[in-house]
T-cell receptor, first 113, second 113 residues
């Protein structure tokens, strides 16, 4: 079945550094979503992307919908300690809105003050 | 509004026992989802529903059953618990399916011994 592969699996960075992570698939996705999960809680939506090539920002976060529609990227600028958590990409496999939504395995981010 | 409410928060089961994880949402969302989260594996979709009376299998449905008799409730049933079902289970709902934000519950941590 369709899978979303995220890299890197984990990152340990210094406060103030920029962060880049990506998500790839062997098949085309028409929507890319980025979620963040804080410890002990459910994931929360950060950014949604609906069109190939789209670049969207949410504060210090910027995400891009790859032009091949098989990948997406998330960047965090000037990281701060509260950026710690697990970042997931997600998307609906196949065409149309069947309601099905799958997630990648996540990128765990640790920020050293 | 309570959002998405999951009960119980924690549960320990013996192998072969059965239980139902409860999930209720008060946002009148049509779409509801059950995911399980294992360390380093991300969120795997177990079952989902696009409306009352309609359910469909996700990525890892074996060993689970669901029902959706009302818009508000989406219980997940484990009939014969196995150690492989030890996990954190998240219920989520959304307004229009993939592409609209998922609202997650706080999770149920299940241990099968």
């Amino acid at each position: 079945g369709q899978q979303l592969n995220q890299s890197p699996q984990s990152m340990f960075i210094q406060e103030g550094e920029d962060v880049s992570m990506n998500c790839t698939s062997s098949s085309i996705f028409n929507t890319w979503l980025w979620y963040k999960q804080d410890p002990g809680e459910g994931p929360v939506l950060l950014i949604a992307l609906y069109k190939a090539g789209e670049l969207t920002s949410n504060g210090r976060l910027t995400a891009q919908f790859g032009i091949t529609r098989k990948d997406s990227f998330l960047n965090i600028s000037a990281s701060i300690p509260s950026d710690v958590g697990i970042y997931f990409c997600a998307g609906p496999p196949g065409s149309g809105n069947t309601g099905k939504l799958i997630f990648g395995q996540g990128t765990t981010l640790q920020v050293k003050p | 509004n309570a959002g998405v409410t999951q009960t119980p928060k924690f549960r320990i089961l013996k192998i072969g026992q059965s239980m139902t994880l409860q999930c209720a949402q008060d946002m009148n969302h049509n779409y509801m989802y059950w995911y399980r989260q294992d360390p380093g594996m991300g969120l795997k979709l177990i079952y989902y529903s696009v409306g009352a009376g309609i359910t469909d299998k996700g990525e890892v449905p074996n060993g689970y059953n669901v029902s959706r008799s009302t818009t508000e409730d989406f219980p997940l049933r484990l009939e014969l618990a196995a150690p492989s079902q030890t996990s954190v289970y998240f219920c989520a709902s959304s307004n229009t399916g993939a592409g609209s934000p998922l609202h997650f519950g706080n999770g149920t941590r299940l241990t099968v011994t």
